[in-house]
């Protein structure tokens, strides 16, 4: 049985909730996935909401899903409730149904409240939900921006590999009490050649085995800054990457990582929207009409808040008013936290600038150049309301 039924596209409200667009199309079954490492239980409900079909099977059985779906009425739509691995299951399937999405588990766990649980009754809630069109739905990046995105957190992978590795060779001289070179491979492989004779045969192996590998992984990173390079000169993501670079202090890298991660800005309404889908809003505590301020939710990509705050720190080496603001950031909330505070505090203030030069299409120097006189006038406003007289 075939019924007409108002689905949805996905979008983001004002506050950062999921808006839905309303478009008529025809589906005769929904399907909810509660999807794990080694087993996949799917349910399909029909426009009546009674369920026609389940389900479960282990993640090896692809053949087994696909003539499952093939069985089913069509058109169909089907819901994935978001895991760390959805993405194989999205890629295999996406061509066996009508429509695929991802369902947000943040919010489905909200609305879902205290239940008991089972793999069955998560992915007929999906189903059920995605027929009534109450099912909160995420953004599925397609195949050229994944990729673009897989390179940008690969280049975060190697860079905290390659960090942990120089801290390990500045710990082992620190002890021996030793003043030790620049720690890239060439400079420490040349220290090593005149000062290898004030290190022990213990620290002989250990400072060899580290070279060893901070050159193996210097030589991947060029590698993969070539790739990087390359990715953003294609036709599609050339122009939004040349825009972000008009920020100082934010290269290819970043710029990559930026881009990939956010996606299409023009899905996001406003810049808090985006602040809050990027998961940099503190999480707020309210009681007994009081509100406490509590750390960032974290609820979208750590790799774009990494990217976000390293290139904060090299924007405000080179624009004294960045500095000037982290600074004060730094002496109002102290210094034993607030340098950490400050810094996420500029990420958070970059990716609003970002977000005000792809809304107008502007480079950061215009972008700046007009909020000054906004920012002038203000000052100079609450100047005047301290001298008039109470």
Same mark, same amino acid.
């Given at each position: 049985?075939? =019924? ?12 950062? @909730? ?6 008529? %199309? +025809? ?12 087993? =996949? ?29 093939? $069985? ?10 978001? %895991?760390?691995? %959805? ?6 399937? *996406?061509?066996?149904?009508? @429509?695929? $999405? ?16 089972? $793999? ?32 940008? *957190? ?5 860079? *905290? ?7 390990? =060779? ?11 070179? +620049? ?48 990715? &953003? ?7 939004? %990457? ?40 503190? $999480? ?41 603001? *982290? ?16 810094? =996420?505090?500029?990420? @958070? ?27 002038? &006038? ?13």
């Amino acid at each position: 049985m075939e =019924v007409a039924l108002v689905c949805t596209e996905v979008m983001l409200d004002r506050k950062g @909730r999921i808006a839905l667009k309303e478009l008529t %199309v +025809q589906f005769a079954s929904f399907i909810g996935v509660d999807l794990h490492k080694k087993t =996949v239980s799917l349910s399909a409900v029909g426009p009546d909401r009674l369920e026609i079909d389940f389900l479960k099977t282990s993640t090896k059985c692809v053949g087994r899903i696909e003539k499952w779906l093939a $069985d089913l009425p069509k058109p169909c739509w089907m819901a994935v409730e978001t %895991v760390g691995f %959805v993405e194989w299951f999205i890629d295999r399937f *996406r061509s066996h149904v009508d @429509r695929i $999405d991802i369902a947000d588990a943040t919010q489905l766990a909200y609305k879902r409240g205290r239940r008991r649980r089972s $793999d069955r009754n998560d992915a007929r809630d999906i189903a059920e939900r995605l027929s009534r069109g109450e099912c909160p739905l995420g953004f599925i990046a397609d195949d050229a921006l994944m990729q673009l995105r897989k390179l940008g *957190r690969h280049w975060r992978s190697l860079s *905290r590999t390659l960090s942990r590795a120089k801290h390990c =060779v500045k710990s082992m001289l620190h002890a021996a009490n030793i003043r030790g070179p +620049q720690l890239n491979a060439a400079s420490a492989h040349r220290w090593y050649l005149v000062h290898s004779h004030l290190l022990k045969p213990a620290q002989h192996d250990a400072f060899e085995d580290f070279l060893e590998i901070i050159a193996l992984l210097e030589r991947k990173r060029e590698r993969l800054r070539r790739r990087i390079f390359f990715a &953003n000169r294609s036709e599609r993501f050339a122009d939004t %990457v040349d825009l972000i670079k008009t920020v100082p202090g934010i290269d290819e890298i970043w710029g990559c990582v930026i881009a990939a991660e956010v996606g299409p800005f023009d899905r996001f309404p406003n810049a808090d929207t985006l602040e809050f889908w990027a998961g940099l809003t503190p $999480d707020n505590q309210k009681s007994a009409g009081r509100t406490q301020s509590g750390k960032i939710t974290k609820a979208g990509s750590a790799t774009l808040r990494w990217a976000l705050c390293q290139a904060a720190m090299t924007l405000c080496q080179s624009d004294p008013k960045q500095e000037a603001t *982290r600074q004060r950031l730094i002496k109002r909330l102290g210094k034993t936290a607030g340098k950490a505070k400050a810094n =996420v505090a500029m990420g @958070r203030r970059l990716l609003r600038i970002i977000f005000a030069m792809m809304r107008d299409r502007k480079p950061y120097l215009r972008i700046a150049s007009s909020d000054r006189p906004a920012a002038a &006038n203000r000052a100079r406003l609450k100047a005047r309301s301290r001298k008039e007289p109470a």
